[in-house]
């Protein structure tokens, strides 16, 4: 069974980081592209970008790039979203998915306020 | 960023009916290699997205066959037959043949 938990999500202040961790199970994690999109309280999801497998190569929606960084671990069979300087237009649930969407964790809250 | 316009933003259905989803994009879906990435998925109340349709037309595993896509090029539509509750919740379609990927607004297909 395919499997993707989100993890690290929480209350942070403005200007933070924030480092999430999606952990897989059930496919082998280092053969596919992995990626990560959000979805704001109450609104729809955007995509926020996506990791070669072999974690060589990063592509981010340009809305996103600068303070996104993703990587991952293949021998963890862990993917990961560093957030920096978040703002609370960066409110929302965060969401790994795999290869083309065709999985999706269960999402994880981050909440940015003072 | 290609722009898909979804429609309608909300769907009142009947249980037992059929609800139909339009998709359009701001540019040809087909990609270089000829595949047309145009997916559709639906999300429940309080879950994530679940995928229901990859490439226009084709069922994800376990997906029933009351649910069909079709269309080509920039117009796509999902067509869900004898609406049952389990199917109540929001639809967003997603293109990843141009990158960035883009989803469209959302449905909320909901009980009339």
């Known amino acids: 069974e395919v499997k993707l938990v989100e993890s690290g999500g929480g209350l942070v202040l403005p200007g933070a980081s924030l480092k999430l961790s999606c952990i897989v199970s059930?496919?082998?994690?280092?053969?596919?592209?992995m990626r990560w999109v959000r979805q704001a309280p109450g609104k729809g999801l955007e995509f926020i970008g996506e990791?070669?497998?072999?974690?060589?190569?990063?592509n981010y929606a340009p809305s996103m790039k600068g303070r996104f960084t993703i990587s991952r671990d293949n021998a963890k069979n862990t993917l990961y979203l560093q957030m920096s300087s978040v703002r609370s237009e960066d409110t929302a649930t965060y969401y790994c998915?795999?290869?083309?969407?065709?999985?999706w964790g269960q999402g994880v809250m981050v909440t940015v306020s003072s | 960023d290609v722009v898909m316009t979804q429609t309608p933003v909300s769907l009142p259905v009947s249980l037992g009916g059929q609800a139909s989803i339009s998709c359009r994009s701001s540019?040809?879906?087909?990609?270089?290699?000829?595949?047309?990435?145009l997916h559709w998925y639906l999300q429940k109340p309080g879950q994530s997205p679940q995928l229901l349709i990859y490439?226009?037309?084709n069922r994800f595993s376990g997906v029933p066959d009351r649910f069909s896509g079709s269309g080509s090029g920039t117009d796509f539509t999902l067509k869900i037959s004898r609406v049952e509750p389990e199917d109540l919740g929001d639809y967003y379609c997603?293109?990843?043949?141009?990158?960035?990927?883009?989803f469209g607004a959302g449905t909320k297909l909901e009980l009339k």
């Open positions: 990791i070669k497998p072999d974690g060589s190569k990063t």
């Open positions: 998915a795999k290869s083309y969407f065709d999985y």
């Open positions: 059930g496919f082998t994690f280092s053969d596919y592209w």
């Open positions: 997603l293109q990843s043949t141009h990158f960035p990927y883009t």
């Open positions: 540019q040809s879906l087909v990609h270089s290699n000829g595949n047309t990435y």
């Open positions: 490439r226009v037309s």
